[in-house]
């Protein structure tokens, strides 16, 4: 119920709606981590049309993915102030079933789109992605179990190696490195996200973390899970080919994701729970650029590879 002045609720969603259920900025990322992989795996050269198909069909079923999870969640949507509002709690887009088709049908696009006019790795690799967050992680662990947000994170790897299948038709080693980093980056993002929401995730009964009524053991296992990201970075620099500037890069940008987070082993406070996850976003986009950079440097032959 509004008070004096507050314009009512609109019943049938426009535009704006239906581009929040396809969730921008995390398709956004996905498609950049695709890219990534994409450049990772063909340091030599870049083949256009290719690196093209793979964003529109990579964000195609992104796209999809998030338009199923918001059907999916619309009832645990509306019992959390962070999502409440969102178009299908807040019966904006009605009826819901309406953005359920569109999922589908977005979903086999780009799945479909990139097994025929990529290849069928490519394909079975977003595939992959999408089924993990939509099956796996939303159906069936998210309310169940607190070992959602660690098997869900695959959802994010898919994509680089989307990426490498796009480029040279395989998962090369270097890419099967990035994807394990950007794996082991999701746990520490989400749960730093947990910890800022506590209340939030409480109340609406979500398991998402491992021990949500012992806060200080779910903030060491935040720091400890920060400071994998410091070998899988190695890892990736061994299985390359990554050049000493991005080494370097890379190291600096997990470094300072242990140092954001350590204060988490004897703090749960909101603020400091705040610096890791707003710390987070930005380290994988530092990720990303670092590879592209990598790419850039190996191909002007100004720096080897390790």
């Known amino acids: 119920m509004g008070g004096e002045g507050t314009a009512p609720a609109e019943v049938t969603g426009g535009w704006r709606d239906y581009a929040t259920l396809a969730k921008p900025g995390i398709t956004g990322l996905i498609v950049l981590v695709a890219v990534a992989g994409f450049f990772l795996a063909s340091p030599a050269a870049i083949q256009p049309v290719r690196l093209l198909l793979l964003v529109l069909t990579g964000a195609s079923a992104s796209a999809g993915a998030a338009m199923l999870n918001h059907y999916l969640d619309r009832d645990l949507d509306a019992t959390m102030r962070r999502t409440r509002s969102r178009p299908l709690p807040s019966a904006r887009i009605d009826p819901s079933s309406r953005v359920a088709l569109l999922g589908l049908f977005f979903s086999a696009l780009g799945v479909g789109g990139a097994t025929i006019l990529l290849n069928p790795l490519t394909g079975f690799s977003i595939l992959l992605g999408g089924l993990t967050y939509v099956v796996v992680y939303t159906a069936w662990l998210k309310r169940r ?162």
């Open 145 to 306: 179990s607190s070992w959602n947000i660690v098997v869900g994170g695959f959802a994010g790897s898919a994509p680089a190696l989307a990426g490498s299948a796009a480029a040279v038709g395989s998962w090369t080693p270097g890419v099967l490195a990035l994807a394990l980093l950007v794996f082991l980056w999701t746990p520490p993002h989400f749960w730093s996200l947990a910890l800022l929401l506590k209340d939030d995730y409480r109340a609406a009964g979500l398991p998402m973390l491992p021990r949500m009524d012992d806060l200080q053991y779910s903030g060491r296992v935040v720091v400890v899970s920060a400071a994998l990201l410091l070998p899988a970075t190695l890892l990736l620099a061994f299985l390359g080919p990554v050049t000493w500037p991005v080494l370097l890069a890379l190291v600096a940008l997990s470094a300072g994701f242990i140092l954001v987070s350590a204060p988490l082993w004897r703090s749960t406070e909101r603020a400091v729970a705040r610096r890791g996850f707003i710390y987070s976003g930005p380290y994988l986009l530092g990720v990303i650029v670092a590879v592209a950079a990598n790419w850039a440097l190996l191909a002007a032959g100004t720096h080897p590879g390790l």
